[in-house]
């Protein structure tokens, strides 16, 4: 089992920068895939980018390409998502989420996919 928490999320200026993050405990984030996901109201849930267990790969969202990079800290046991230049369309409620099935070099963007979730953290981005 793993249990997963967001935090970092707040209020910032549209091209501004946040850093989340997600710790995780019961399981290193070594020998799992980490995504991450965001909702806006009356939107779906919508991948934003991952990792995979390896760390050799990672792969983003074309809303995001360019401006958001998944890192993760094995020693901390925490994955990060760095946001630079923040839109107001980034404004959501941002999870991390725990893939323990894929293999070591795959990082896959179906919500289905993922088996464990944190609670959430609320970015939002004013302009």
Same mark, same amino acid.
């Given at each position: 089992?793993?249990?997963?928490? =967001?935090?970092? /999320? +707040?209020?910032?200026?549209? !091209?501004?920068?946040? $850093?989340? %993050?997600?710790?995780?405990? @019961? *399981? ?17 849930? =919508?991948?934003? /980018? +991952?990792?995979?267990?390896? !760390?050799?790969?990672? $792969?983003? %969202?074309?809303?995001?390409? @360019? *401006? ?60």
């Amino acid at each position: 089992q793993v249990q997963l928490v =967001e935090s970092g /999320g +707040g209020l910032v200026q549209a !091209g501004g920068s946040l $850093r989340l %993050s997600c710790a995780a405990s @019961g *399981r290193t984030v070594s020998t799992y895939a980490m995504g991450w996901f965001r909702q806006a109201p009356g939107k779906e849930r =919508e991948f934003v /980018g +991952g990792i995979s267990w390896s !760390g050799r790969t990672t $792969r983003y %969202s074309d809303s995001v390409k @360019g *401006r958001f990079t998944i890192s993760r800290d094995i020693a901390k046991n925490t994955v990060y998502l760095q946001m630079n230049s923040l839109k107001p369309q980034d404004t959501a409620l941002y999870y991390c989420a725990a893939d323990i099935t894929s293999f070591s070099n795959t990082v896959v963007s179906a919500t289905s996919t993922y088996d464990y979730w944190g609670q959430g953290t609320q970015v939002t981005v004013s302009s």
